[in-house]
């Protein structure tokens, strides 16, 4: 079994779920992460508390920095690539940086592994919104939620792709790279196009990690905006669900390679976004909700349901935390750490401008690496 791995954007939701996953089966793993994320330096910090300073190691940088990408991977046997520029309202507001980030940044990801020479595994996270509004689906209005008319176990591989708003494009973009680098380079590469993951540290906001996002307001009294008329239905994963299927995909990658799952919780694990999942929060709050309503967000989907029969039959994987237990575990998470969830709300971030800001270290100069052992992150 391979056993060094890189996980770019590793101080992540997703990425220290992953990572305390390999380092707990005795990888030696490099996170690369810009920090750019609000909670990010938590996650790296609750990393090196479980594990021995020569498990993990931590680089701080940033994807599109070719260079700097290059000596984080040489030596890799498994990349995972999470790094991203994650909500679709910044790729509006900053198109340029969301390509940058998510299409240029991959491509140094795939460059690295090509030009290193030790042939390592890639797994890349993609999106459902590859799939674009998915308007020429049938799709039926209900009393609480959207559903498909024909589709009742969701969206599978199959369905045409529709790059829509720019999010959509860089992480399209990025995921027809890393199917190709398969069919021309030979890399073996998996792409999982994901649904609504959700999960403890998960530090959502308004822009993206809509689940985390409305406990998070619900325990600390602030108010909830809809977008939309609340009946827009999302299948939901829990994070750990995720992070197994990923490991599946490595542990058979002699016949995953070069293939792309759907992965969410499926048709079982779906809901509406308010008008559904609202009154399981109330119940958790044991009071009403402050909300508000407002337009409908460019490329929102009125429903996507992930169809994960692929998943399941190539991997032997199915989801193993329902909804309502997840939410739960959701849920106290939070109330756990509501001092720290306030004081992250009260330190605004701008993603965008901070990236940018990080280019002058394109020369490799400004890599900065800690070690477990090593003094805090900068």
């Keep these: 079994m391979n056993r060094t791995a890189v996980v770019t954007g590793g101080a992540g939701f997703i990425g220290s779920h992953l990572v305390d996953s390999l380092a707990g089966d005795g990888y030696k793993v490099t996170v690369y992460d ?6 990010s330096e938590y996650n790296v910090k609750w990393l090196r508390d479980r594990y021995p300073h020569d498990r993990i190691t931590f680089v701080q940088g940033d994807v599109r920095n070719a260079k700097a990408v290059d000596l984080v991977v040489r030596d890799a046997d498994l990349i995972y690539h999470l790094a991203a520029q994650v909500a679709v309202t910044s790729s509006v507001e900053d198109p340029l940086s969301d390509f940058e980030i998510n299409a240029l940044g991959t491509l140094n990801v795939l460059e690295a592994a090509r030009r290193g020479g030790r042939r390592p595994i890639l797994l890349f996270t993609s999106t459902n919104k590859v799939y674009g509004g998915l308007e020429e689906v049938g799709t039926l209005e209900g009393k609480t939620r959207y559903s498909y008319r024909d589709l009742p176990d969701g969206v599978s591989e199959a ?24 069919r021309i380079y030979g890399l073996r590469t998996v792409v999982f196009r994901m649904s609504c993951i959700y999960g403890a ?140 969830l306030r004081a992250l709300r009260d330190t605004p971030r701008p993603l965008a401008k901070a990236h940018r800001h990080r280019r002058k270290d394109a020369d490799g100069q400004g890599l900065v690496k800690h070690r477990q052992s090593g003094g805090g992150t900068s």
């Design 34 to 39: 810009a920090l750019m994320r609000p909670g």
């Design 159 to 182: 369905q045409p792709l529709d790059f829509h708003s720019p999010y959509g494009c860089s992480k399209g973009t990025a995921d027809q790279y890393v199917r190709d680098y398969r």
């Design 201 to 340: 540290r998960q530090f959502g906001t308004e822009d993206q990690g809509w689940v985390a996002h409305f406990i998070i307001s619900a325990v600390t009294g602030r108010p909830i905006k809809i977008y939309g008329d609340g009946k827009q239905v999302r299948d939901l994963l829990y994070v750990t669900d995720l992070v197994r299927a990923f490991r599946l995909a490595v542990e058979r990658i002699d016949t995953t390679a070069g293939q792309v799952f759907n992965i969410g919780g499926g048709p079982s694990n779906a809901l509406s976004v308010w008008q559904e999942f609202g009154p399981l929060l109330a119940e958790l709050k044991g009071e009403k909700l402050d909300v508000s309503f407002s337009d409908w967000r460019p490329g929102d989907q009125p429903c996507y349901v992930s169809d994960i029969r692929k998943a399941a039959d190539w991997l032997g994987w199915s989801p193993l935390v329902d909804r309502e237990n997840g939410i739960r575990r959701l849920w106290d998470w939070v109330v756990s750490n509501e001092g720290l």
